[in-house]
């Protein structure tokens, strides 16, 4: 079957304009996850999603950043007022369950923020 | 917090060789461990975990070894080639919670 996608592959946008990030799992996973990379670092954790518990929001950076999830299917991450230093790769994982499964990640989204 | 670190942001190793790649963890909670490798361009790719029961763990051409007294992680590549220059990530997991906390990355470089 497809593996995670991810749209779109590249985006620009002016600071101050809000972007929308599509993440679409592995049919059957459980569990979704967003993470920020910037350049030439590791991956920052975002938040993620687990059936139809309340999400973990523990690791947005503020409230510009937020996320939803309908059901076990397609995740949106949303940043608002889009500042230069949202500019990254933002990767989504799916993975069977949360917590100790192997998370299967998508090609990410570079932003760019001019 | 959470501390993932690795001792060797770059390592070149000659085609043919062994490479070994380092990750330190600071959580003596970590339950669970995983390395990816990730291209340029790409999401990182699964290769291999392991779990705390565990000390070893083997897959095809990897090895990854789980010290716990240390919490030290390390993956070894046997007879590297050119296709495994890529950065690799350690990442774990706590039994207390879902987050998956990543190290920075080593960047591999295979020299033909």
């Given at each position: 079957g497809a593996g995670v996608s991810q749209s779109p592959s590249n985006k620009v946008t002016e600071k101050g304009k809000d972007v929308e990030l599509r993440c679409d799992p592995i049919s059957g996973h459980t569990a979704l996850y967003w993470y920020r990379q910037r350049l030439g670092q590791g991956l920052e954790f975002l938040i993620y999603f687990q059936g139809?518990?309340?999400?973990?929001?523990?690791?947005?950076?503020?409230?510009?950043f937020s996320a939803e999830r309908t059901g076990e299917s397609v995740s949106t991450l949303t940043i608002q007022?889009?500042?230069?230093?949202?500019?990254a790769v933002y990767l989504c994982a799916s993975s069977f369950?949360?917590?100790?499964y192997e998370q299967y990640f998508g090609p990410g989204t570079r932003l760019t923020v001019t | 917090g959470e501390s993932v670190g690795l001792h060797l942001p770059t390592l070149s190793v000659q085609e043919g060789d062994n490479s070994i790649i380092n990750c330190a963890y600071s959580?003596?909670?970590?339950d669970y461990f995983i390395w990816y490798k990730q291209e340029s361009g790409k999401g990182p790719q699964f290769i291999i975990d392991i779990r705390s029961n565990m000390d070893k763990r083997q897959g095809q051409r990897v090895t990854v070894l789980l010290n716990k007294t240390v919490k030290h992680l390390s993956l070894q590549i046997a007879?590297?080639?050119?296709?495994?220059s890529a950065v690799y990530f350690c990442a774990e997991t706590p039994n207390t919670g879902n987050q998956f906390y990543f190290g920075t990355g080593t960047s591999l470089t295979v020299i033909p």
């Open positions: 139809n518990s309340a999400p973990d929001k523990s690791g947005l950076p503020s409230d510009r007022r889009t500042q230069q230093e949202d500019s369950l949360a917590g100790a | 959580n003596s909670a970590s007879a590297t080639q050119p296709g495994d």
